[in-house]
């Protein structure tokens, strides 16, 4: 197939790329940041994107963040495609610091005292999606379903995960609103410029060939 990689790459080197790109994350993040810049919308639009795919990347929807994203910046008005870029904020490296600021904080406003570790708050969304999706086929089938552990997991992790996401990540949305937005008007700025210089050269450079051409 034309698309398709010549060579698999091994199952350990797939793993291992995912938690540290090749090229490390400094030259992830950069090219992101410059995809981020480039996109053809207004900087206020582009921001508001960015900000709504960081934001919900502090919500415990793992496997919805894009979609979520997507839909927090059409409420926004926000650019969508900036909206997917902004949540790489949350990666394999600050998704255990947001989802253990995020418990912490909800237990704690929730009086529950309870404390879950990343892990085990990993794990319980996992057997959770797994119940979920056993209990939805259940009903197509006419199986038994057990919503048991789904209680549990919303009580435990899911709604002190979400009140704590959306109280750290509201405020981190608008810091970083603010922290790109002259970054993205000076970048357009500065490649409105270098387009203008270009088109000038080129018109420049026919003129030349005409008046050469005349003579």
């Given at each position: 197939?034309?698309?398709?990689?010549?060579?698999?790459?091994?199952?350990?080197?797939?793993?291992?790329?995912?938690?540290?790109?090749?090229?490390?994350?400094?030259?992830?993040?950069?090219?992101?940041?410059?995809?981020?810049?480039?996109?053809?919308?207004?900087?206020?639009?582009?921001?508001?994107?960015?900000?709504?795919?960081?934001?919900?990347?502090?919500?415990?929807?793992?496997?919805?963040?894009?979609?979520?994203?997507?839909?927090?910046?059409?409420?926004?008005r926000g650019n969508i495609l900036a909206a997917l870029l902004g949540t790489f904020y949350g990666n394999p490296?600050?998704?255990?610091?947001?989802?253990?600021?995020?418990?912490?904080?909800?237990?704690?406003?929730?009086?529950?005292?309870?404390?879950?570790?990343?892990?085990?708050?990993?794990?319980?969304?996992?057997?959770?999606?797994?119940?979920?999706?056993?209990?939805?086929?259940?009903?197509?089938?006419?199986?038994?379903?057990?919503?048991?552990?789904?209680?549990?997991?919303?009580?435990?992790?899911?709604?002190?995960?979400?009140?704590?996401?959306?109280?750290?990540?509201?405020?981190?949305?608008?810091?970083?609103?603010?922290?790109?937005?002259?970054?993205?008007r000076a970048y357009q700025r500065g490649r409105a410029k270098r387009l203008k210089a270009r088109f000038e050269?080129?018109?420049?450079?026919?003129?030349?060939?005409?008046?050469?051409?005349?003579?």
């Amino acid at each position: 197939m034309i698309f398709k990689r010549r060579d698999t790459r091994p199952l350990l080197r797939t793993i291992a790329e995912f938690f540290w790109p090749r090229g490390g994350w400094r030259r992830a993040s950069t090219y992101v940041l410059h995809r981020m810049r480039r996109l053809p919308d207004s900087p206020e639009r582009i921001c508001l994107g960015i900000a709504a795919g960081a934001f919900v990347s502090f919500l415990p929807l793992y496997g919805l963040h894009f979609l979520t994203a997507a839909l927090v910046a059409w409420i926004l008005r926000g650019n969508i495609l900036a909206a997917l870029l902004g949540t790489f904020y949350g990666n394999p490296i600050t998704f255990p610091i947001m989802a253990v600021s995020a418990l912490e904080l909800g237990h704690w406003l929730l009086g529950t005292g309870a404390m879950v570790s990343f892990t085990e708050a990993m794990a319980a969304i996992g057997r959770a999606s797994g119940e979920l999706t056993h209990n939805l086929w259940a009903l197509l089938t006419g199986g038994q379903v057990h919503w048991f552990r789904l209680q549990l997991f919303f009580w435990r992790v899911f709604l002190p995960y979400m009140i704590g996401g959306v109280i750290i990540g509201a405020p981190a949305a608008v810091a970083i609103y603010f922290l790109h937005l002259p970054l993205v008007r000076a970048y357009q700025r500065g490649r409105a410029k270098r387009l203008k210089a270009r088109f000038e050269a080129a018109r420049l450079r026919q003129r030349t060939r005409e008046a050469g051409d005349e003579t």
